[in-house]
């Protein structure tokens, strides 16, 4: 494999001063109670990094303001283009706002209503388009027609950089973690996170989720390259990436100790006792680590000082309702 560029602690102090305060620190929150007793033992000690609190509703500003911060005065004149189901989407729209420039974002047809209105707000063009696929085609053409800047999902070193400030500052403020649980999509928010945990604390284990009908990272690392899927199918439309990239993949490769696969009804189940519990309202995306936790690595974090990322709360109350409804 290719040597890539590695963030290294520096380098992600340095990217977390310039994001300012552009940026929410996000709380690190302690959660003990009889039903984190139940779901894993007494004496696991865990710790929710709470990112769907960040502006934007959920931890994609970082990786977004990374980049657009990086363009000229020029480029940022000419505004930015983006492709996503939704978070990506919203915070572009934020991070451009913030920059005082335009954004022009190709959406799904299926992505959430709620999640297109939220784009709106930031002052965001929205174009819908029929599926993920033809958004990635529809996103170069207005990158070329209109000489906009296209900022990745999930791609790209300064993605990377902007993910990696949740992993310092995860460390930061629990520095004797022995194990780091994180949703994947295409894999950015794993990638920055891991590089820096494992850089500042090496021994802890860093374990990627995502859903079974997204599996992208899950068969990228069977075939040992990145590799797309035929097709996304899971309520987790925020991890429904077709395809893993070369840099994420290859932080992801170096870094991440495993990944493992959730189902939808893993997800829903944990929304609901994340509600009912902490009376956190989650996308299924933002409950995917702590379902990976309880569930499939249970037997490796039980006992341990645990951290979950918590990474998002873009959803609406119909979705949030019927998701629930579709539990019991």
């Known amino acids: 494999m290719e040597t890539i560029q590695i963030p290294t602690p520096r380098q992600i102090e340095q990217a977390r001063e310039k994001l300012g305060k552009r940026v929410r620190r996000t709380p690190v929150w302690q959660w003990k109670s009889d039903i984190t007793s139940k779901l894993l033992s007494d004496d696991t000690n865990l710790f929710l990094k709470l990112e769907l609190l960040q502006y934007a509703g959920s931890f994609k500003p970082r990786g977004a303001l990374m980049n657009m911060l990086d ?156 590799v797309e899927i035929e097709k996304v199918d899971t309520i987790a439309d925020s991890l429904g990436a077709p395809h893993a990239a070369p840099y994420s993949f290859g932080l992801c490769q170096r870094f991440v100790d495993e990944v493992v696969t959730i189902t939808d009804l893993q997800m829903a189940q944990m929304m609901r006792v994340l509600f009912e519990e902490l009376k956190l309202a989650v996308e299924p995306a933002g409950a995917s680590a702590m379902a990976g936790a309880v569930g499939p690595l249970a037997e490796k974090v039980v006992g341990k000082n645990l951290g979950i990322i918590v990474c998002g709360t873009n959803i609406n109350t119909e979705s949030f309702q019927k998701i629930l409804d579709e539990t019991k």
């Not at 005082?100 to 930031?122: D, I, L, Q, Y």
């Not at 629990?174 to 604390?201: E, F, R, T, W």
């Open 71 to 226: 363009l000229s005065d020029e480029q940022l004149q000419n505004g930015v283009t983006a492709v996503s189901a939704g978070n990506h989407a919203i915070a572009v729209a934020y991070a451009a706002k913030s920059l005082g420039t335009t954004a022009k974002v190709v959406m799904p047809k299926t992505a959430n209503k709620f999640r297109v209105e939220k784009c709106r707000s930031h002052g965001a063009d929205v174009e819908l388009v029929d599926d993920v696929h033809i958004a990635f085609e529809r996103v170069k053409e207005i990158e070329e027609q209109e000489n906009r800047a296209f900022i990745h999902p999930f791609e790209g070193e300064e993605t990377a950089l902007g993910t990696a400030t949740v992993g310092l500052e995860l460390h930061q403020d629990a520095p004797d973690l022995d194990a780091v649980v994180v949703p994947i999509g295409g894999g950015g928010l794993c990638a920055g996170i891991s590089a820096a945990i494992k850089q500042m604390n090496p021994d802890c284990k860093v374990y990627g989720v995502e859903p079974v009908g997204a599996d992208s990272m899950s068969k990228s690392r069977a075939a040992g390259e990145p």
